[in-house]
Each structure stands twice: as C-alpha cells, then as structure tokens.
C-alpha cells in the first residue's frame, strides 16, 4: 500500500496552515496580551483604555505574522525544529519591529514603550506559543501509537475474520480458484489493518482496499448485499489518512446489512468539491444501529483518527435519513506530491 | 440415520456444514431434512421436517438464535439444538454458564461428530435451561426477545412484541392482546414485566400496557367505593382498562413523558 509521509507532526513544529492550529495561535496570543494588560492596569476604565490601545497595536503584528506563517509553512515543514523555530521567532521579530516602527513614525511617539522591551514581549509570547504547539503535538504522539493499537483491535472485527474463514473454507472443494482469489483478498485486507497508520495513503489503493473487502462480503452475503458505488468524481490522486474508508463500508455492512432479511443496498459515494474531498456511505437503518455501541465506538475511532490527521479540518457526521443510515466525511482534498520520496512505488497490491 | 436441520444465514456456511456432515458420514450417518436462511424462516419450517438435531447460526437477521431455541423448545418432540457461533463472547458465556452445546466457526469435523453425537443422547434442551441461558445474554448484551410464541398443534405461532397492545393476568395464564385476537401465555406478568419494563407500564395489579398504545384516559362512571377511577383508551381495540388508584399518578406521568 503506497503510503506518504506528509505528516506535519514530524519536526514538532506545527502546521500553521492548519485552521485548528491558527485558531490557538490567534486565540493564544490574545489571551496574553490581555493577561499582560490585566497585570498593568491599575482599574476598570484603565483596562479599557490599555486594552484598546495594545489591540491597536497587536492585532496588525498577529495577522501579519500568521499570514506570513501561512505562506511560508511548506519551507517550515521542512526545517528541524530547532531552526524552524529559530525562522519563526525572527520572522515574528521581524514583522514586530516594522509594525512598531511604522506606528512610530504614524503617531510621531512610540507607543508600546522602547522597542527592545516590545521586542521582548513578542519573543516571549513566540517561544511561549511554540513551547505549548509543541506539548499539544507531543501529548498527541503517544495517543497516535495507542489510538492506531485500538483502531487495529477494533478494526478486525473477529465475527468478520471467522466468517470471512468459513466462508472461504466452503469454497476449497467447490471452488478452488475463488477460493483462492477470497485468501488472497484477505491477505491483502489484514496487510492495511496491520500496516502503520500514521501515514496518509493514496485514494485510489483505498478505493482498492474497499472492493477487495467488498468481495469478500459479497462472497459471505451475497445477493442480500448490493453495493451501488458512485467514484466517478473520486480524485485518485487525493491522499488521506489509511483505515477511515473501509471501516465506514464494514460499519454499513455490519451494522445495515447483516441484521436485514430483505437485500440491503449500500452506496458508496466518493467526490471532490473544489478543495474538499467528500466521501458518504449509505445504507439502510436499523435498530441495531441505535442500540448497538459498537457503531458508535467505530464512528468515534474515525473522527478521531480525521481529527488527528486534519485537526479542526475534517468532520464526520452520521445522521438518519428516512429509513437510511448516512455517514459523511469532509475533509481537505490534497493531491499526492508530484515525486514523491519512492513511496509510491512500493507494496501497491496488484489490480 | 440422524435427521439434521441447518439453519444459518450464509449460504456458504450453510453449504460448508452440508459438506462436513457428508465428510463424517462413516462415522455418524445423517441427512440433511431443511435448512433456513434466518430464525423466523426455521421456526417455520423445522416442526414438519422432523428434525432431530438443530444446527442453529446465532447471529442471523431478524432474530437471535437463543431466542428461536426458546420458541422451538415449545414443540411437543422438539429437536436438540446445537448453537453455532464465529465470534459471540456474551453467548458463549451464556452456554457455558447453561451447559449449553455449542461449535466455534469455522467448524471442525471431528468436534461436529462428537456435538451430534451428544445432542442424539441428551434431547432436546430444557426450555427452563434456555430461559436462563438468555435472561444471562439479555443482562450482559441488552438483547431481549422480539416474539411471544404458542405452540398450536405441531406448530409454533410468533406475535411480534411490538404486536402486543396489553397483557393481563388471569388465573393460571396471562392474556396477550394484540389488535386482532387474544392469545394465552403460560408465563408470569412479574417475570414480563422485568423483561420488558422499558416497553410496557403497569396500570394495575394484574395488568401492563404497551406505552405506545396508550391513546388517552376516560374517567370512569363509578359509583361505589370502586378502585378503578380511570379508564386507559387503547389504540386499535374498543376496550377500556381501569386503572388502579395506587398506579393512577405513576401512569398518567409516564405516559405525559412519551
């Protein structure tokens, strides 16, 4: 399975393109500045006037900072942590020193105080920042070693794995070459569940994943499962994170197709909208949806695993539509790296 | 020759148990007299197959397969029944707990054999034996029974528990009443009413209602020190319960809320 590394957690510097990461960042530098401006001030009418004034000041060097943080984020990425945030505390430096003297020569006084003191508020507020990003992204590690252990557990659903067996047990005798072909499937199934999940996979070999999975369900249920699959505006090319398509299709079969008498039509819709890449399953509601923890449990694990991937960026959402269970997933559509680093080329399973 | 009847809703596991009966046939003769594809469609067919041994799939659409054990158990000469399960650990459990015959999927001959071999000895289970077994499952997995059955002649009849519009205690036997007819259960309304508190309420002494079907209350035209001041108005059958004084708040409250 071809897999890509673009994983911003990396270098311990955070993705600064990322809404959820900006939003801390605008959010962060705010609530010091007010902090700072609460210490100083000595009443009520006083704050107001103090607070004013730093808003004045601060709110131009924040977004010029971030802007610039944005547009130069690919360079970042790239960098160790040391140096990147070394570039970053200068930039902010940087932007600080001309907006101060540019307010300066506006106003013909200085305004926030000497500029070594303003300078060092914004180093400060810099390396207290990138200190917190960094924890944020640390205290996310571990839970992504633990959250890919939890996913596989609940990934490999053991009333699948034996029934997947017995079924293809039933073929040998009969069938040998199906049979052969359904291992195989298996094989290469239980190679992605097993693989390492920090790392984005194209669409097109999740598209892969997700038929050889839906044979093998096919080959267990056969007619009460009917799949209607809508890829036509499905960018190949698109990377996301592994293991959130296929566990939405199993979710659908588990959980709307196994407890129906009557055939079960599930669809499988993958499109891209502008920017955003949209993947909807849909399959026909049952109780055991409402009642059954386990499709929470299963929904839960992959806003989970979106959310580690896209932060704010991506969502999921389940909702009932008539008598149909629908699951949707937005997120960014990022095309794969034009030359990527050999990734590509490795283990892709054979169409 | 032992008459097996197969119900499993895969066909390839339906056809796998086929080919491993056919593999032990030296050892234990057999032939294969029905086979279903879910729980309903086995209570159907199995009592004119004369059936001896059940192989029963337990995670089959519609219903679960303790469940249709509990309503084939009301046959006169019903068969033994052997659970078969991939992967169910709250069943298993329950098994064990009720010495329960059971096989792991996929299913090996040699285990296949010996099971049949100990369900011709054994019988069929005791319905008590089941009950138990899945009151156990109930408790752990949330699952309750979806069916009351009657055995009439040799045959079982299903009412849906969503069917039911009351059920009230008389003597020996509780009424069931659907809108259509009346049926009698052989079962206890304490014992119903544990089982399905959530769906019922109890207006009075000897009876419990559907919530659902609760449509309003009549007061009633009582003259005497009578108990019953209320009267439940019921969707779908003409007939009025009181309601018992002691019940009255309780009920109105409960019904308010839905």
């Known amino acids: 399975m071809a897999s890509i590394n673009q994983n911003a957690l990396s270098n311990g510097l955070p993705d600064f393109r990322n809404l959820g990461v900006i939003a801390r960042v605008l959010v962060g530098v705010n609530l010091l500045a007010l902090g700072a401006v609460l210490a100083a001030s000595s009443g009520w009418d006083d704050l107001l006037d103090r607070l004013m004034l730093a808003a004045g000041f601060i709110e131009p060097i924040l977004l010029a900072s971030v802007l610039l943080l944005v547009i130069l984020s690919p360079m970042l990425v790239r960098m160790r942590f040391v140096a990147g945030a070394s570039a970053v505390l200068v930039l902010v430096l940087a932007v600080t020193a001309v907006a101060y003297d540019g307010v300066a020569r506006v106003f013909g006084v200085p305004v926030g105080g000497e500029l070594a003191r303003v300078l060092l508020l914004a180093t400060m507020a810099t390396i207290m920042l990138l200190g917190y990003l960094r924890l944020a992204t640390k205290a996310y590690s571990p839970a992504l070693a633990e959250a890919r252990l939890q996913a596989l557990q609940a990934r490999i659903r053991p009333h699948f794995l034996f029934n997947s067996l017995n079924a293809v047990l039933s073929l040998v005798r009969r069938d040998p070459v199906r049979a052969e072909r359904a291992l195989e499937d298996l094989a290469d199934l239980f190679r992605t569940l097993m693989s390492d999940a920090r790392q984005f996979v194209l669409l097109a070999d999740e598209i892969a994943l997700l038929e050889r999975y839906a044979s093998i369900e096919q080959l267990r249920l056969g007619e009460r499962l009917r799949i209607v699959w809508d890829l036509d505006a499905a960018p190949s090319d698109a990377i996301l994170p592994p293991l959130v398509l296929q566990p939405l299709l199993e979710n659908a079969v588990y959980h709307g197709v196994e407890p129906s008498i009557e055939p079960a039509d599930v669809v499988v819709r993958i499109a891209q909208h502008g920017d955003r890449l949209r993947v909807l399953v849909e399959n026909p509601f049952s109780d055991r949806h409402a009642h059954h923890a386990g499709n929470r449990m299963a929904i839960e694990n992959i806003r989970e695993r979106l959310m580690l991937f896209f932060d704010a960026e991506a969502r999921l959402s389940a909702r009932i539509e008539g008598k149909r269970y629908i699951a949707e997933i937005e997120m960014p559509y990022r095309p794969a790296p034009k030359a990527p680093r050999g990734a590509i080329a490795g283990a892709r399973p054979e169409g | ?232 108005v019921l969707e779908g059958i003409p007939e009025r319960l009181p309601v018992s004084r002691r019940q009255w708040a309780m009920v109105r409250a409960l019904v308010a809320q839905s």
């Open chain 2, 1 to 232: 020759m032992l008459r097996v009847f197969i119900a499993d809703d895969e066909a390839p596991a339906r056809a796998r148990l086929r080919e491993l009966l056919e593999d032990i046939g030296a050892e234990l003769q057999t032939q294969v007299v029905g086979e279903a594809r879910n729980g309903i469609e086995a209570i159907d067919r199995l009592p004119a197959s004369g059936a001896q041994v059940l192989l029963l799939d337990i995670e089959m659409p519609g219903m679960h397969g303790l469940e249709v054990a509990r309503h084939i158990a009301r046959l006169a000469s019903g068969p033994a029944v052997i659970f078969v399960t991939a992967h169910d650990r709250h069943a298993v459990e329950a098994f064990e707990l009720n010495a329960l015959d059971y096989l792991l999927k996929p299913v090996r001959a040699a285990r296949l054999a010996a099971a049949l071999k100990r369900a011709q000895a054994a019988g069929p289970p005791a319905a008590k034996t089941l009950e138990t077994a899945a009151d156990q499952l109930r408790e752990t997995d949330g699952r309750g029974r979806t069916h009351f059955s009657l055995a009439e002649r040799n045959r079982i009849v299903l009412v849906p528990v969503s069917d039911v519009v009351y059920l009230k205690a008389e003597q020996k036997y509780v009424t069931l009443r659907t809108r259509e007819r009346e049926h009698l259960v052989d079962e206890s309304l304490i014992a119903l009413e544990r089982e399905f508190g959530e769906r019922f309420v109890r207006i009075h002494r000897n009876c419990i209602v559907a919530r659902d079907a609760v449509r309003g209350f009549e007061r009633a035209t009582a003259t005497e020190d009578d108990e019953a001041h209320w009267l439940v």
